[in-house]
């Protein structure tokens, strides 16, 4: 990654309503980006421009409003693709978010998939112990429902994934890989590539849990040679409710819907159906379409009228000018957080192994009353286990404080959060 041009962040933060409303008497300080993020008026005014302008079902009405929504809808589809570098549109199914993405190719591969795709009793599939929820709890309840196994990757001491580990857990009833791209907790990068590589070679699929990179840093599903990604839209400026399965379309093709009912049918009689084309054979009943667009953006081919989504938000940007300042940032935060006494970092201490995370805690201090003194003082942090348990416990910890930062987030501020910590540590206030 090349120098960047720094962002021209208030000018960025004039177009974020929320972060001009006072937390209790302070000036916002919105870190938990990890959990969701905030929207920028371009997507609010996005939204309402649908609802009053192109407000209709989509693939079904042939009037022009029904017509003019799903063509926008679609569109939505394309700038999604065009976004991670997928070969094509139908390769990018829209569902309610990560979670809902990874439990479809779960179900669908362990219930519905035939042939070649098919896990049975057995089988095996690979996660790692940072996986957040959405990537661990739907194959062990799966797993356990159709005798497959699940083994499962440990991490380095340094917050890495152990590479040694996974490959040796790796063998010829391994069906599936599950890995996310960058851990929730630890900030850690995986190199996928090299995690694809080496599944494939063991003939195993991979599925990538892209909930805290694509918001972050350039994704190319192509060259990251994965066959499944997920990823949300509320972590990238667009509403909640919408979230993306990519598959690459030979695999999408094979696979039997996770969802019954319509939209995703191709003919229906009283003993037998058939499934839509993709991607909608996955999409079954109303989705929710203004999200979708609010998401990917489109224009009206009637009007010209533009619907700015996330993605062209982020585009704007350039997505490795939003790597470039969360690096910087975090690189601040690191550092002045692990000059304090009592405060212990987890996760990977070289900047270019580390996304825009960073998780920790202080020797003797509830991580949850620490997140509400930081609170008082106008800070948005997490704390808690993060939806990973299982990753908490391996580092010995039952929760930690995640300071998340994004696009709209300044040194200053940064400056702000560590004096705000300083304080609470330095006065022994927990």
């Known amino acids: 990654m090349g120098a960047q041009r720094p962002l021209d962040i208030p000018s960025i933060r004039e177009d974020f309503p929320a972060l001009s409303v006072p937390a209790n008497g302070r000036p916002l300080v919105y870190l938990d980006n990890a959990t969701t993020t905030q929207r920028p008026r371009q997507i609010l005014d996005t939204l309402v421009r649908f609802y009053t302008r192109f407000n209709a079902n989509i693939q079904r009405s042939p009037h022009a409003l029904g017509q003019a929504a799903s063509e926008l809808y679609q569109q939505a589809h394309a700038a999604a693709a065009r976004f991670i570098g997928a070969r094509s549109w139908r390769e990018i199914v829209f569902l309610r978010n990560t979670t809902e993405a990874i439990n479809a190719v779960a179900v669908s591969l362990l219930r519905g998939a035939s042939g070649s795709l098919a896990i049975r009793a057995g089988d095996e599939i690979v996660i790692t112990v940072m996986e957040h929820h959405s990537n661990l709890v739907p194959w062990q309840a799966l797993c356990a429902e159709h005798g497959v196994h699940v083994k499962v990757a440990v991490i380095a001491a340094d917050g890495s994934l152990d590479m040694d580990s996974l490959c040796a857990l790796l063998g010829p009833r391994t069906r599936l890989v599950c890995c996310t791209h960058v851990s929730n907790v630890l900030g850690t990068v995986n190199a996928i590539s090299r995690i694809a590589e080496i599944a494939h070679s063991a003939g195993a699929l991979l599925l990538v849990d892209g909930a805290q990179s694509v918001p972050h840093m350039p994704v190319n599903v192509q060259k990251l040679g994965c066959d499944f990604l997920a990823f949300s839209g509320h972590k990238m400026l667009a509403p909640f409710g919408i979230g993306v399965l990519y598959g690459r379309e030979e695999l999408l093709q094979q696979m039997s819907p996770f969802l019954y009912g319509g939209g995703m049918i191709e003919s229906v009689t009283l003993e037998r159906c058939s499934w839509n084309e993709l991607p909608w054979k996955f999409e ?54 692990s000059s304090m006494r009592r405060v212990l970092l987890y996760g990977p201490q070289a900047s270019g192994c580390r996304a825009a995370v960073i998780s920790f805690s202080v020797d003797g201090g509830d991580p949850l009353v620490i997140a509400m003194l930081l609170d008082s003082r106008g800070f948005a942090v997490r704390a808690g286990g993060h939806c990973a348990y299982p990753l908490a416990s391996a580092l010995g910890v039952e929760g930690t404080v995640r300071v998340s930062p994004y696009i709209y987030n300044s040194e200053e501020e940064t400056d702000r959060f560590l004096n705000a910590v300083d304080d609470i540590v330095s006065g022994d206030l927990v």
Request: zero cysteines.
């Open 284 to 337: 079954a009943g109303t989705p929710n379409v203004a999200a979708g667009i609010a998401l990917g953006g489109a224009i009206d081919r009637r009007s010209g009228e533009r619907l700015v989504g996330a993605i062209d938000y982020l585009e704007a940007i350039g997505m490795e000018a939003v790597q470039a300042h969360e690096a910087t940032i975090l690189a601040r935060l690191y550092s002045g957080l």
